[in-house]
């Protein structure tokens, strides 16, 4: 026993939660030095939220309120209390399908952490893959970056490419999108859990713990 505090996540997703499986499974596994603390859902049924419970991990829906794209002010603050009471150090966005405000990011700024399915600054928004396949390119990937006031536009913490093949569907690429992001976000949360990034401006310097 060291007696050090073990680093704490709150997890925010509204879907299947195949990104918290990956990073949970990685703590359990000790391969990521952190615990998952809570999971927060805005979707009732939301399989992250009973993949979190069978892991003993506690799990909580919380009502969006009015609006679709982003949380009012009053839920806004329900969500920060959650994650405040669950004493997190850093909050994980995994699938989270709404937009964070100001009283959000102020709460836990920097210290928010988001996936995108495309390499960014390519392709944010909506269904990435989908945007890549169209446009052609013959690379794409994804990206783990902190979160700010845009969509998709915090700095970059780290990248995965992943190659476009001739007979993809957008099914295919997305698959292949979602199994490089399993290895890229427990990676990344396992570098800002052992305190391995620091930021300068848009500039992610990681740095090997000595
Ligand atoms: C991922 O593709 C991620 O890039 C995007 O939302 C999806 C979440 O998938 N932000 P899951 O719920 O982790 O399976």
Known sequence: MTGERIFRIGVLG???????????DACAAGSVPA?????VSDVAEAGILSRARERNIPAHFLPPGKF?????EETERSYIE??????????????FMRVLKD??????????????????????????????????VRVTGCTVHFVDAGVDSGPI????????LDDDTAETLHQR???????????????????EIT????????????
Do not use: M
């Not at 615990?35 to 999971?39: K, R, S, T």
């Not at 992001?181 to 427990?186: M, N």
């Open 14 to 24: 509204s879907g299947k939660g195949s990104n918290f499986v990956a990073i949970a």
């Open 35 to 39: 615990q998952v603390a809570v999971v």
């Open 68 to 72: 679709r794209t982003k949380l009012d």
């Open 82 to 95: 959650a994650l405040r009471a669950a004493k997190v150090d850093l909050v994980v966005l995994a699938g």
């Open 103 to 136: 009283a959000f990011l102020g709460a836990f700024a920097g210290r928010i952490v988001n996936i995108h399915p495309s390499l960014l600054p390519s392709f944010p928004g909506l269904a990435a893959w989908k945007q890549a396949l169209a446009h052609g």
């Open 157 to 164: 913490i780290g990248q995965q490419t992943v190659p476009v």
């Open 177 to 195: 999108i979602h199994a490089a992001e399993h290895a890229l976000y427990p990676r990344c949360v396992a570098a800002l859990a052992r305190g």
């Open 199 to 210: 930021v300068q401006g848009r500039r992610v310097v990681w740095r090997t713990a000595s």
